[in-house]
């Protein structure tokens, strides 16, 4: 069967559900979607985003209310669900949902924003580092990964409207940009990019200065795969005209 997968940045789960997300899910009917920033622990949900028809639905939330969370609505049942990558002061906030299929585990990551403070930014790399680690060790024992999410971070001067502008902004910083070449390094695949080169494809757009109006933003978004996936890949994509959020879904058709 081909699957259907798609990743989305919400910022805020209830607040999109009140904008149709639930309609939308049922007209698009991805076989996994995968959902990042739901900004609500799971008893403050209402009931129709925690008993969705047709199904398995999971969250992790963060310690801290209205932060952060991660969410996989999948139709599919898997073998295991995880939160967290085992490291406390990562898994407190909630960013991380492993989902092991059998044929393959996919990673639900919501990566930390590096932009408030020096502080944060040292916890954004030092997020990256250790999930690299522990993804690492999985393509070690030959494992096909599948990771996706707002990675916050823009990779190359194609993946952002204006590129000299942020040169020194976090989301566009030397160190971020290196990190995202070691992970594809490591043997990871940019599914998006094996399918288009084309400037102006983007995922983010800050809604205060009304950048999607001008399409001035950024492709912060992502699906990963490893190599032993790529032939499996059929196609990947951005949803620009999906509303509802100052994100817009991404998605793969993969052969499973």
């Known amino acids: 069967m081909v699957a259907k997968i798609l990743s989305w940045n919400v910022n805020g789960l209830r607040a999109v559900h009140r904008k149709g997300f639930l ?29 969705i ?7 992790a939330s963060a310690e801290k209310k209205g932060y952060s969370g991660v969410g996989v609505f999948s139709k599919l049942r898997p ?11 990562f898994d407190v906030e909630g960013r991380v949902l492993i989902a092991d299929y059998g044929d393959f585990i996919l990673f639900n990551i919501y990566f930390p924003n590096g932009k408030i403070s020096k502080d944060r930014l ?27 999410g707002d990675v916050n971070t823009a990779h190359r001067e194609i993946d952002l409207a204006r590129p000299k502008e942020n ?20 043997g990871f695949i940019d599914t998006f990019r094996v399918f288009s080169e084309q400037a102006g494809q983007y995922t983010w757009w800050d809604l205060k200065t009304r950048a999607r109006e001008r399409n001035v933003g950024w492709r912060i978004d992502y699906f ?15 949803m620009k005209d999906v509303r509802g959020s100052d994100h817009c879904p991404v998605g793969i058709d993969l052969t499973i």
């Open 122 to 148: 040292k916890y954004k790399m030092a997020f990256y580092d250790a999930f690299l680690t522990h993804v690492a060790a999985l393509q070690e024992e030959g494992k096909r990964l599948i990771v996706c």
């Open 79 to 89: 073998n295991t669900i995880e939160s967290g990558i085992g490291i406390r002061k």
């Open 224 to 238: 990963f795969i490893t190599a032993n996936l790529r032939k499996h890949l059929k196609n990947a994509y951005i």
């Open 167 to 186: 040169s020194k902004v976090s989301g566009f910083l030397p160190e971020e940009r290196v990190w995202i070449d070691r992970f594809i390094g490591h």
């Open 53 to 59: 028809p047709g199904y398995h639905v999971y969250y």
């Open 23 to 51: 309609d939308w899910l049922g007209d698009e009917r991805p076989t996994i979607l995968c959902v990042q920033e739901t900004k609500a622990s799971v008893e403050r949900l209402p009931a129709e985003l925690k008993d």
